[in-house]
């Protein structure tokens, strides 16, 4: 393939990527500019046009490899992740591997994108002739990355855009972009053909500009207003979006309450609570109300919060002061229409307590919205459907989580949730790679899962003859 020469880019000017949990700067990114901007396109488009006739094996290689780069520079990307998002280094390690297999399930499905042939005779006066359906690479994708999944995320957009052909050139979070940089050096280092992969970094003006470009298709994940934002930036060309999710955890009298106490404490407070998925809302049956909440309690008394780059870490801090203020204002906010603080609800600097609130009403600030926090917020039911339909008139569906072993029930929750995944003795949270996962409402369009995603990056072409 040809190698095109990848030229630096202009710094206009620089931003600084700050620790979370000490305030400490731990690296410096160039902003791009729109001149930065228009080069990638233009590298991208070049080196896509050979790309887009290579064979399935030749892709698979490369991002067989890329996950190679990564497993050798695992930890180095763990300590990246961990610094500049406070995650804690437990689960950037995680993310790490996850990352891994994100790629190679990729370079597993660029070998199963699959056409078909279609007799087009299938009614009386049908023409005799074949229909031959494949499926071509879509061109140049444009990746909008969050910060809570700063490796993982992208690579749930390269991997597949790669294994479908397109070239990518991603931006990331301006509050964690280091390894989605470090990363680009390891596809350079993993031999990568010259601008098939490149970063540009900025904020809101270089994702409205990146929007805006000669791209082909944008996958972004984050927040509604941002997304509808860059959707209008980015006319008719097609989009993929996740945009969070209100998730609730509903919990059943037959079910397995120490898993349930397990799964929503494990779910909630991963990277303190700033997951689209994870449980926001935890409904318990009355039944069951008592039971569990003590249970709870007990488990969140024992989670251990703070420095992320300490090994005994369960929880660390969230993404800067102002994230954390506003948990704090929703947590008081609650309190104060009369919810009940079981536990935590304190903050110190960016770290807030694990926090527990009972009694909480539908349209509570911590619930009305989708908190980005380590905020476990209880309602009671008794009425299984009257339950879904509160869910069910809410702004989001993304997921949601049941905890019971009634197939009846199961089939109840799994048929009347309007909602894009539905996880049985599970919490909403769960997610594997190679599986869809996305919402429906204000939750996004599409679905991202390596196997989908492969297919929403392809464009359908048809050959008769």
Known sequence: MTQLR????????????????????????????????????????????????????????????????????????????????????????????????????????ATFLDGEVLHCGIVEGGADRFATITYEPVGVVGAITPFNYPLNLLCHKLGPAIAAGNAVVAKPSPKAPLAANRLAELAEKAGWPQGLFQIVNGGADTAQALARAPIDLLSFTGGPVAGLALKNASGLVRCLMELGGNDPLFVLPDADIDKAVATAVAHRFEIAGQSCAAAKRLYLHRDIEKTFTDKLLAAVDAVEFGDPARDDTDMGPVIDMSAAKTIEDRVLATIKGGATLLTGGTRDATVMAPTVIADVATDSPVIADETFGPIIAIRSFTDPLAAISEVNAGAYGLQAGVFTNDHALIKTFARNLVVGGVMINEGPDFRAEHVPFGGVKRSGLGREGVRIALREMSEPKVVID
């Not at 046009?49 to 698979?60: G, L, N, V, Y």
């Not at 280094?89 to 996850?98: D, L, P, T, Y």
């Open 6 to 109: 990848k030229s630096a880019f202009t710094a206009s000017n620089a931003m600084a990527v700050n620790n979370p949990f000490n305030g400490e700067t731990v690296g410096e990114i160039a902003i791009s500019s729109a001149t930065d901007i228009e080069a990638a396109l233009l590298r991208a488009k070049t080196v896509q046009q050979e790309f887009r006739h290579s064979t399935p094996a030749i892709r698979r290689a490369l991002l067989n490899t890329l996950a190679a780069e990564i497993a050798a520079d695992a930890e180095t990307l763990a300590r990246i992740i961990s610094s500049e998002m406070g995650k804690t280094i437990r689960e950037a390690r995680n993310e790490v591997r996850r990352a891994q297999n994100t790629l190679k399930l990729s370079g597993d499905a």
